[in-house]
């Protein structure tokens, strides 16, 4: 078995030796960086307006609404707070400290490659809601395809422009989604204790299938953002910051933004309204003037202006890291043709779908990482030499797993696996332990200087 001391003498990437710790000086409290980061992602409407679509018929309230809280807590007791903790003792940015789990050759690709590509999946889905939003909004079905266009490009060129300028959009507009939510638990969540689903749900087990598929679609959401802790997290002072701003940041937005959209579609449903497709806002077009109901559309769409920007950024930046040589402009514009395709012919409309391959992808890059951690006593570990086999088999079998139920694949190929991204963190978990104990890890190399470690 290797020794995980071990060192040899090997020389590093210019991208990890380059690599700056955040020093103490510029990181703050929880309620300043982690906290508002995390509940604006859970602010997003595409998030919360379709949450009642995965449970709500099929197993009525309280099971939903139980699969909310469960996907909550899963998100950041398992795929968030082992990243943030590596990212709070080290200041180092998720590719750094990813290539601990992968290699310091392999990191470039997982998590840093990945990530990035995946980014423009997000993008693409922020571009396909918005634009849909907009054009309904003024009645309007020409401007959707101008739209995505105009949308996607846009965001990409603020990320590309740096984070000063993704904050200078994001800064009141969280506040229009969070009214929008509090209007749609005033108008309906009166009713919504009395909601039952179909009679046939119930009888054929739909409370467990209920849960089940609103973790999945948490879990599924969330997977990049849990990894993401690492660079969050880097502005963290200690462990409590850390704690405390995925308690507030993730496990109370979650329950706050999923919790109020499916009560207010199930008070809506029992009060008579007609929800076919089981969106929040749906259920406000059928209680508000035209008027109003147009100017809230509007509205929510502006605000989710600053995620896809956000998406961008991140995506500029991994592609800064493992195409140092390739212009920004051309891979960043690259990846927005790609999502502006994805919008406009509707792919990126296939929500489980787009969360289940993403968390396939990053299902169990958290449980490699996760189980790395707790193999180094709950230290970041250094970078390994290479491509860190454990990482990478661990990755594969996870990706498989998590990847067997989704709708992309063949019907032939598919395979039903409950809550398929937790399956694919607990796959990747295993398979790093027992690599690990089978001797299959690369040894450290040494960092040319220890970043700072905070207790």
Aim: charged fraction near 5%.
């Amino acid at each position: 078995m290797s020794n995980p001391a071990q060192t040899v003498p090997s020389s590093l990437p210019d991208y990890i030796t380059s690599a700056k710790a955040n020093p103490a000086q510029n990181r703050g409290a929880w309620y300043r960086n982690v906290a508002p980061t995390y509940a604006g992602i859970f602010l997003w409407f595409i998030f919360w307006d379709s949450m009642s679509g995965n449970g709500l018929s099929v197993g009525g309230l309280w099971m939903t609404l139980l699969g909310v809280v469960l996907g909550a807590l899963i998100c950041h007791f398992l795929f968030y707070l082992v990243p943030g903790l590596l990212g709070m003792q080290t200041g180092l940015p998720l590719y750094v400290v990813g290539s601990s789990t992968f290699g310091a050759a392999g990191a470039l690709i997982m998590p840093g490659f990945v990530m990035g590509a995946l980014q423009f999946g997000w993008l693409g889905v922020n571009a396909f809601g918005a634009s849909d939003a907009l054009a309904k909004g003024f009645s309007t079905p020409a401007l959707y395809i101008p739209l995505c266009i105009l949308w996607t490009f846009g965001a990409a060129f603020v990320g590309l422009k740096g984070i000063k300028y993704v904050a200078a959009v994001a800064t009141y507009l969280p506040l229009i989604p969070l009214a929008v939510l509090l209007l749609g638990l005033a108008l309906f969540g009166g009713s919504a204790a009395g909601y039952t689903p179909p009679a046939a749900a119930e009888a054929s087990g739909g409370g467990m299938k209920a849960m089940l598929l609103m973790i999945s679609i948490i879990v599924g959401f969330f997977a990049t953002a849990g990894a993401a802790g690492v660079d969050i997290c880097a502005s963290s002072r200690d462990r409590k910051d850390v704690s405390m701003g995925g308690i507030v940041g993730i496990v109370i937005a979650i329950v706050f933004t999923a919790g109020i959209s499916v009560i207010a579609v199930a008070g809506a449903l029992k009060s008579g309204a007609s929800v076919p497709d089981n969106l929040m806002t749906t259920a406000l077009k059928t209680k508000l003037s035209p008027g109003l109901y147009a100017t809230i559309m509007i509205a929510l769409t502006l605000a989710a202006f600053p995620s896809a920007c956000f998406s961008s950024f991140i995506a500029a930046n991994s592609f800064k890291t493992v195409m140092p040589k390739v212009s920004p402009y051309l891979s960043v514009g690259i990846g927005a043709i790609v999502s502006a395709v994805l919008a406009i012919t509707g792919l990126a409309s296939k929500l489980p779908s787009v969360f289940g391959l993403i968390g396939a992808s990053f299902g169990p890059v958290c449980g490699a990482m996760a189980v790395d951690y707790l193999l180094s006593n709950g230290k970041w570990n250094g970078p390994r030499a290479g491509f860190n086999p454990a990482g990478w088999i661990a990755w594969a079998l996870g990706f498989i797993v998590g990847i067997l139920p989704n709708p992309l694949l063949p019907a032939s190929m598919q395979v039903n696996i409950p809550c398929a991204p937790v399956a694919a963190f607990i796959v990747g978990a295993a398979v790093y332990f027992l690599c690990a104990k089978m001797g299959l890890q690369n040894a450290t190399i040494p960092m040319p200087a220890a970043p700072a470690k905070q207790d």
